[in-house]
């Protein structure tokens, strides 16, 4: 197989300077995950190859997205997680999760995820709306296209939220609606059918 391009880097990645962090997920099996296809019939979670691979079945596309969120629940954070596409173009999009509130299901939090063509966003979902807090926005920090590999961050301390991509900062914002929470993953296929995004690795550092 084509080996995968992985973007160099930047010198502000806070997971340069954070040292070791408190736990991290190589994604060798399902312990931390719902696995299968989810009853709604949105997405399909396996575990192959050392990857959990998170598949978007026909009812996500377009400006839904379907998600599935680990356990575990955090407060202030830096969250790290390493995407990498196989099939993948234009707009089909993925992403993190992170501040879903326990007590509410998943029907709430903030969606960071960059779209195939070289685009990023931040909404924020609150059953039944799901709001804009930076439209899609292109930047040269993200890979493009297929057999690429994108690391994605939030550093989350109160109610200032922070978002990288490869390491390097892209912006940061304050929106206090939703404090804590468990994280995830999201994917949206809109092209590509079965979209699939291969997650190699989560990891998260406490009160940074």
């Not at 089909?92 to 326990?102: E, H, K, N």
């Not at 029907?107 to 930076?134: E, H, K, V």
Request: hydrophobic share 40%; with cysteine.
């Amino acid at each position: 197989s084509t080996p995968a391009a992985t973007a160099t880097l930047s010198d502000s990645d806070p997971a340069l300077t954070l040292g070791a962090p408190d736990r991290v997920d190589p994604m060798d099996n399902g312990s931390n995950w719902p696995t299968g296809t989810d009853p709604a019939g949105f997405t399909a979670i396996k575990f192959e190859d050392g990857f959990l691979k998170l598949t978007a079945l026909d009812k996500v596309a377009g400006d839904i997205s379907g998600w599935r969120v680990a356990w575990h629940v955090l407060t202030d954070f830096y969250l790290e997680g390493t995407f990498k596409t196989a099939e993948c173009e234009n707009n089909d999009y993925y992403g993190l999760m992170f501040r879903v509130p326990g007590d509410s299901g998943t029907d709430q939090g903030y969606l960071f995820g960059i779209s195939c063509d070289g685009r990023y966003n931040l909404r924020r979902w609150n059953d039944p709306a799901m709001q804009t807090l930076i439209k899609f926005t292109a930047h040269d920090a993200i890979l493009k296209g297929p057999n690429v590999v994108n690391k994605l961050g939030v550093l989350a301390k109160g109610s200032n939220i922070t978002l990288f991509i490869n390491g390097q900062k892209i912006t940061e914002i304050t929106d206090g609606n939703f404090l804590s929470g468990r994280f995830g993953i999201f994917v949206a296929g809109n092209h590509v059918d079965n979209f699939t995004v291969w997650v190699d690795q989560v990891r998260y550092w406490l009160n940074p």
